[in-house]
């Protein structure tokens, strides 16, 4: 498979309908690699972060930076795939992952994705591919809790707003993850593949959610990375953070502190910083411990929601 064919499976939603379709996609990508890659880069000012330059039919395009201490070989996916995959729906096995086995999916998700992210550097027009890349994330994680038997979807909260006991209007929340127990919603998350420009929105829902109803519904944020190439000159190839500490400071601390922030790939801030890793965790975390303890919490507010479809 040569890396227009890469791009070409990229571009459609259809090629993403299941975890092994994930799965299955990037063993070709890293299979393939080594045809179409022209070079790697090292990051001059983080040198775990590799940038490769795409072939003639992209443009010789530099790709987005990636970080090499977490990128699997196309080996290790199809050993992932074989080996602790079957074991994701048993929910007792994933609670009892061991450290290396919850890297290992740590490092899948990032590397899965990562893939789609490059080949989709391939492609003429960034909005529609940084789009198309950010659909293919939320869907991602989407499935991944669907396969592990969690009933999750895209979907629209309805609040009432009421004054004297009068509903007056309905406020209407969209939200790219909603799981939930029969009729009762556990568990309101956003997905987003950066938190750039994005941070806020989830500490307002949330905010505003426990202010329309006098309850709380947890709230949680998965992001992929927080990292994106640097300055651009002629010969430098360095990365810069799109985290702003201060916001995410700011709005822990003065309106509500969320209920679980998760990352693939951490910046060194989230976990030398006290309040900052005490907020803010890999994703394994999210789907070996702290999945199972929402769901099994009672829920505290009966909430209409609108399933918007199947998948993002």
């Known amino acids: 498979m040569n890396f227009t064919d890469l791009v070409s499976q990229a571009k459609d939603k259809s090629n993403f309908l299941s975890i092994r379709d994930y799965l299955d996609f990037t063993i070709s ?8 890659i022209v070079a790697e880069i090292v990051c001059q000012n983080e040198q775990d972060y590799r940038f ?9 395009a530099i790709s987005r930076p990636f970080n090499s201490t977490l990128f699997c070989s196309a080996d290790e996916v199809a050993s992932f795939k074989s080996s602790l995959f079957p074991l994701m729906t048993d929910q007792d096995r994933v609670r009892g992952f061991s450290e290396r086995e919850r890297e290992m999916l740590n490092k899948v ?18 909005n529609f591919a940084r789009k198309l890349n950010g659909d293919l994330f939320e869907r991602h994680m989407q499935l991944w ?45 956003s997905v987003k593949t950066s938190s750039k420009d994005r941070l806020g929105k989830v500490f307002v829902d949330k905010m505003l959610l426990s202010s329309l109803t006098g309850k709380s519904v947890p709230h949680i944020a998965i992001f992929l990375n927080d990292v994106q190439r640097g300055a651009k000159t002629p010969r430098s190839y360095r990365v810069s953070s799109t985290f702003l500490p201060g916001h995410f400071k700011a709005y822990t601390i003065k309106l509500n502190p969320l209920d679980g922030v998760y990352y693939c790939d951490l910046r060194p801030n989230m976990l030398t910083d006290p309040l900052l890793s005490g907020q803010i965790s890999r994703i394994d975390n999210l789907i070996c411990n702290e999945l199972w303890e929402f769901l099994e919490r009672e829920p505290e507010v009966p909430l209409e929601v609108a399933v918007n479809d199947g998948l993002s």
């Open 52 to 60: 490769w330059q795409l072939p003639s039919d992209a443009g010789f």
């Open 145 to 189: 809790f669907r396969h592990m038997g969690v009933d999750c979807t895209s979907a629209t909260v309805r609040v009432p707003v009421e004054v004297d006991g009068i509903e007056q209007c309905k406020m209407n929340f969209q939200h790219d993850l909603i799981m939930r127990d029969a009729d009762a919603v556990k568990i309101i998350g």
């Open 29 to 36: 990508f890293l299979g393939a690699r080594s045809t179409f």
């Open 109 to 126: 998700i990032y590397t899965v994705q990562q893939c789609i992210g490059i080949a989709l550097d391939g492609v003429t027009g960034s």
